[in-house]
């Protein structure tokens, strides 16, 4: 079985980056700083005694910016855990490392735009968190590894027989694909949620495991990327799996999660919620039905979980996916609706068994993968395909309770937990369960959204409360800030990364930088400056006079309404407010559907 070196040193020098394992120290990995070569070389002690040297835990790639290229290297690691054998770790921290040793060939401009392109991979090397194995190929499910898992296959590396949906940096390791002896230094990564737990009941022990992976074919931020595209990938989709492994046994519980998938926006305009506006002419039942032709192609039967509001804005979206999927009428995927909000409407949460007894007979249709001792007694034969608006509140609850009937199911079936008995009983692992279950809503929503996700109190606890509201509002409240005044800038650093977007050494020569701002007018800072004189003044008026004259009160009137026609105007405009993307074309925002 193919590995990836584990104990890897970098020796940097003026020309060259020597990498070099030390548990195969007659080779060596050799960067050309100048050519920008990457090849193997026999080491015959060609790195000079003045080099820099220092260890690192593996290489992300190689990404090519304003001034040159840049080694992208892990330098600290945490052991998140062991799956099936392998061990996770989680990336703590990175290094960015130019080949170019100074920025004299740039102009003032070229500086500028490179400046902003490497804090954009630091953007989004710093969301939490990625993961890798050197060993373990956590970008597949165990049912595909069962699959898949010929000698032929493992013989592989484990780039090459990884699930490229997942691989984060695959863009990056493009340099080292060519030659086939540089693929052991090659460190596909997964973005996403990893946690792995030791447990125990009535002296039974056993490992419980979460992974979920996030998909690279439609990334972006929380508005700015809705819907699908025209290959039928969906924004935020995410793989969710479910292990439990004891002694030679393991099971496997696979749901996903993605966008809507028609074509939709829902930019954001300064508005708390912008509505969703589905786009006119197009070819919506193409996008759905490419979409489900892989889903039951990857994973079998599809049950689409629709969670959104069935009146407004969402009910109008929820009709028409309704009406695509009769339309196209593909036998293996069945829809079940159901309004979370008007379900479960003042805190009246135990009524989500309503949609859970709707969706038992399916779980029992699907069972779950099981193996033992590597041999496979059974497999899961379908997925739930679970979303909302954004596919993170509403959807973390429901793919937790369908989770946990699993767990209960798997569990049984182990002989770890009598028939008779029930999992939230167990105090210990209901409340391991509830914990990662909310940790992981949290680092979902925080890699979509900028935030942890609303609802956890319910996930943590098993019940909604007023202090759970009171988070929900201030989670609410930065992410109506990042939404609109940060997230263009993560949405370019998404496209970056995946190579979405791909630097030329001419930008900013030959044609201009997509990120240099552009010297906005001063007609557009006269609204802002309006509105804070208007605030400033009408909290003045309020506050520092001991009693309030007729001039005051008009005065309160005053700065009262130009307050009000500020905002007014303001959000009249607001698109150019907002912080927008620039390396990717974006349409502008459609009018709400009538």
Not at 551 to 560: E, Q
């Given at each position: ?13 003026t020309d060259k980056f020597f990498i070099e394992s030390l548990s195969e120290q ?138 490229k949906r997942f691989v984060w940096n695959k863009h990056l390791l493009q340099p ?419």
């Amino acid at each position: 079985m193919s590995r990836i070196h584990d104990d890897l040193i970098l020796h940097i020098t003026t020309d060259k980056f020597f990498i070099e394992s030390l548990s195969e120290q007659q080779v060596l990995l050799v960067i050309d700083r100048i050519t920008h070569d990457v090849n193997l070389q026999p080491n015959g002690g060609q790195i000079p005694p003045i080099a820099s040297r220092k260890p690192i835990h593996g290489i992300l790639g190689i990404l090519n910016l304003v001034s040159g290229p840049y080694l992208i290297v892990v330098t600290k690691k945490v052991r998140q855990g062991s799956v099936c054998g392998g061990e996770i770790w989680r990336i703590l921290e990175t290094e960015i490392i130019s080949f170019s040793r100074a920025e004299h060939h740039l102009t003032p401009t070229q500086m500028e735009a490179n400046r902003k392109y490497t804090a954009m991979v630091q953007q989004v090397l710093s969301t939490p968190y990625f993961y890798f194995s050197y060993s373990y190929d956590i970008s597949h499910t165990r049912q595909r590894l069962d699959v898949l898992g010929s000698r032929d296959f493992y013989q592989k590396s484990l780039f090459e027989r990884s699930d490229k949906r997942f691989v984060w940096n695959k863009h990056l390791l493009q340099p080292f694909l060519s030659n086939p002896k540089l693929h052991s230094y090659a460190l596909p990564v997964i973005h996403g949620f990893v946690s792995s737990n030791p447990c125990s009941i009535s002296g039974h022990r056993f490992t419980w495991s979460i992974i979920s992976r996030r998909s690279t074919e439609r990334v972006g931020t929380r508005l700015f990327v809705r819907g699908a595209d025209q290959k039928g990938h969906v924004a935020n989709y995410v793989e969710t799996e479910q292990i439990v492994e004891v002694g030679g046994d393991v099971t496997s519980f696979v749901q996903t999660r993605g966008s809507i998938p028609l074509f939709w926006q829902q930019k954001p305009n300064l508005k708390y919620k912008p509505p969703p506006t589905l786009e006119p002419h197009q070819a919506h039942a193409d996008a759905y039905a490419k979409h489900f032709q892989f889903q039951v192609s990857t994973y079998g039967r599809q049950v689409i979980v629709n969670l959104v509001d069935q009146k407004k804005s969402e009910g109008r979206l929820e009709s028409s996916l309704k009406q695509i999927h009769q339309q196209v009428g593909n036998k293996d995927v069945s829809y079940e609706a159901f309004d979370f909000h008007k379900e479960c409407s003042k805190m009246r949460w135990d009524r989500l068994s309503i949609l859970m007894d709707r969706l038992a007979q399916y779980e029992e249709q699907f069972e779950y993968f099981h193996s033992r001792n590597d041999t496979a007694l059974k497999r899961q034969s379908g997925v739930f395909r679970t979303n909302c608006i954004d596919c993170l509140d509403r959807t973390n609850v429901v793919q937790s309770m369908l989770a946990r009937r699993n767990l209960q199911a798997a569990l049984v079936s182990l002989g770890i937990l009598p028939e008779t008995a029930r999992i939230e009983n167990q105090i210990s692992v209901e409340q391991l369960f509830k914990t990662v279950w909310a940790d992981h809503a949290d680092m979902i929503s925080i890699q979509y959204t900028g935030t942890g996700a609303l609802k956890t109190d319910f996930t943590r606890t098993g019940q909604r409360t007023k202090m759970g509201l009171l988070e929900d509002g201030r989670r609410s409240a930065i992410r109506y800030f990042k939404n609109n005044f940060a997230d263009g800038f993560r949405q370019d650093s998404l496209d970056l990364f995946v190579g979405n977007h791909v630097v030329t050494p001419t930008e900013g020569v030959t044609y201009e930088s997509p990120v240099i701002q552009e010297k906005k007018d001063t007609r557009y800072l006269a609204l802002p400056v309006a509105l804070a004189l208007s605030l400033s003044m009408l909290a003045l008026s309020l506050t520092l006079p001991a009693q309030y004259s007729t001039n005051i009160l008009i005065s309160i009137l005053f700065w009262a309404g130009m307050l009000g026609l500020s905002v007014h105007l303001m959000l009249k405009n607001g698109p150019d407010y907002v912080d927008q993307p620039k390396l990717l074309h974006t349409k502008p925002a459609l009018p709400p559907l009538i």
